[in-house]
């Protein structure tokens, strides 16, 4: 277990969020059936059970356990049939209870960490009872193949981008249909299979499809999305020798800073709309007032935009704004260089995060331009929104 001990080590000094997935094909054999990849049996549990007890016994913190890696629906190396992982999950369930009975914590359990397959989905969790999955979790790799030429076109065409809109609108209706106690979540993301693009998914470019889903799938009520990966691949947040980030790092940086977790319905309206702006707004996140993304996608377009408070009758004007503009070193949407303000980031000396300064305009009211491949993160401070009240 020493290799258990350095890892939770790690995440205690780095102040880290804990998902573990265990090995749902433990004690299962493969059906007959000649190339059918269908494991049949009950799941064996005593591992994962000996690993959660020694965890306790250390004191480490695990915030989730989930069971299995892409088994569901037709699976990608193996499969288990719903109503046979429903049943195993609600043992995964009784395992963490009575493992963490009197602890004080209850990790939470997640499943079925996979493609969205709807029948599938829906007959695990009817099996698995209520209560069981505290977090439904499915995977999205709706660029496809990191291999496809067209890869750089795909991140840049708003159709293409808004067709995975379905995938969280029938998701969430499971959820809310079946599963109601459960909270939607994206297990893991990395726009193109297979580690990704080279020389695409570990440059500026990747950020047009990767913040566009962070605001879509807040939207539509993912409570939680994790990106692959933070090293390894093509598509890590961090180069995988060096170290140094790579341009959707200070993209999630910002996210995660600037948006808070209430959802704001945002769009772009009036005689200029244009599908390849994109929008999504936040209240701020430990602030007051709201923060817009604003994903520019046209080559060629710089777009002038207005912010209003719509149907809730409030406006920006009365304050100053923020704006954190992101853009790729000498207009290259495949540099690994990005900049914000126009300024680049990179690492200190040490190795320490540079500062990420906005830009302050002191009329919250007056229009801000979003460059061509632009991105922009903007907070108005007095935005008075009821929602974030």
Same mark, same amino acid.
């Given at each position: 277990?020493?290799?258990?001990?350095?890892?939770?080590?790690?995440?205690?000094?780095?102040?880290?969020?804990?998902?573990?997935?265990?090995?749902?094909?433990?004690?299962?054999?493969?059906?007959?059936?000649?190339?059918?990849?269908?494991?049949?049996?009950?799941?064996?549990?005593?591992?994962?059970?000996?690993?959660?007890?020694?965890?306790?016994?250390?004191?480490?913190?695990?915030?989730?356990?989930?069971?299995?890696?892409?088994?569901?629906?037709?699976?990608?190396?193996?499969?288990?049939?719903?109503?046979?992982?429903? /049943? &195993? +999950? @609600?043992?995964?369930? !009784?395992? $963490?209870?009575?493992?963490?009975?009197?602890?004080?914590? *209850?990790?939470?359990?997640?499943?079925?960490?996979?493609?969205?397959?709807?029948?599938?989905?829906?007959?695990?969790?009817?099996?698995?009872?209520?209560?069981?999955?505290?977090?439904?979790?499915?995977?999205?790799?709706?660029?496809?193949?990191?291999?496809?030429?067209?890869?750089?076109?795909?991140?840049?065409?708003?159709?293409?981008?808004?067709?995975?809109?379905?995938?969280? /609108? &029938? +998701? @969430?209706?499971?959820? !809310?249909? $079946?599963?109601?106690?459960?909270?939607?979540?994206?297990? *893991?993301?990395?726009?193109?299979?297979?580690?990704?693009?080279?020389?695409?998914?570990?440059?500026?470019?990747?950020?047009?499809?990767?913040?566009?889903?962070?605001?879509?799938?807040?939207?539509?009520?993912?409570?939680?999305?994790?990106?692959?990966?933070?090293?390894?691949?093509?598509?890590?947040?961090?180069?995988?020798?060096?170290?140094?980030?790579?341009?959707?790092?200070?993209?999630?940086?910002?996210?995660?800073?600037?948006?808070?977790?209430?959802?704001?319905?945002?769009?772009?309206?009036?005689?200029?709309?244009?599908?390849?702006?994109?929008?999504?707004?936040?209240?701020?996140?430990?602030?007051?007032?709201?923060?817009?993304?604003?994903?520019?996608?046209?080559?060629?377009?710089?777009?002038?935009?207005?912010?209003?408070?719509?149907?809730?009758?409030?406006?920006?004007?009365?304050?100053?704004?923020?704006?954190?503009?992101?853009?790729?070193?000498?207009?290259?949407?495949?540099?690994?260089?990005?900049?914000?303000?126009?300024?680049?980031?990179?690492?200190?000396?040490?190795?320490?995060?540079?500062?990420?300064?906005?830009?302050?305009?002191?009329?919250?009211?007056?229009?801000?331009?979003?460059?061509?491949?632009?991105?922009?993160?903007?907070?108005?401070?007095?935005?008075?929104?009821?929602?974030?009240?």
């Amino acid at each position: 277990m020493s290799r258990w001990d350095e890892l939770n080590v790690f995440f205690g000094k780095t102040n880290t969020t804990v998902t573990f997935g265990l090995n749902a094909l433990k004690g299962r054999s493969k059906a007959a059936g000649g190339n059918d990849t269908l494991y049949a049996g009950d799941w064996d549990g005593r591992n994962a059970r000996d690993l959660m007890r020694y965890t306790v016994g250390k004191g480490y913190h695990i915030e989730s356990w989930e069971l299995g890696n892409e088994l569901c629906g037709g699976g990608v190396a193996a499969r288990v049939a719903a109503a046979q992982y429903g /049943r &195993d +999950v @609600a043992r995964l369930k !009784r395992v $963490v209870e009575r493992v963490y009975n009197g602890t004080g914590e *209850e990790p939470k359990v997640l499943a079925p960490g996979g493609f969205y397959d709807g029948a599938w989905f829906s007959e695990m969790l009817r099996v698995s009872g209520a209560g069981a999955v505290d977090g439904v979790t499915h995977h999205i790799y709706n660029l496809g193949s990191g291999k496809d030429r067209d890869l750089i076109k795909k991140m840049q065409d708003p159709g293409y981008l808004d067709q995975v809109k379905k995938t969280f /609108r &029938d +998701v @969430a209706a499971t959820v !809310r249909d $079946v599963a109601p106690w459960s909270s939607l979540w994206v297990g *893991e993301s990395g726009g193109a299979y297979n580690s990704g693009g080279k020389d695409v998914s570990d440059r500026y470019v990747d950020s047009f499809w990767y913040l566009d889903q962070l605001g879509m799938s807040a939207a539509h009520g993912t409570r939680v999305y994790c990106r692959q990966a933070l090293v390894g691949g093509n598509y890590c947040l961090l180069n995988t020798t060096t170290f140094v980030p790579n341009p959707d790092y200070y993209g999630a940086l910002l996210w995660h800073r600037l948006m808070g977790p209430v959802v704001l319905k945002a769009a772009t309206g009036g005689g200029g709309s244009s599908p390849y702006l994109r929008s999504y707004a936040h209240c701020s996140r430990e602030k007051p007032g709201v923060t817009v993304l604003l994903i520019n996608l046209s080559n060629s377009t710089a777009f002038d935009v207005a912010v209003a408070g719509g149907a809730l009758g409030a406006a920006p004007c009365g304050g100053r704004r923020e704006e954190y503009h992101l853009s790729p070193r000498g207009g290259d949407i495949q540099s690994q260089v990005v900049l914000l303000n126009g300024e680049r980031l990179a690492l200190g000396p040490g190795g320490q995060i540079p500062e990420l300064r906005p830009a302050v305009v002191a009329d919250g009211c007056s229009p801000l331009r979003v460059a061509p491949h632009g991105v922009a993160f903007v907070r108005f401070t007095d935005f008075k929104a009821p929602a974030c009240a």
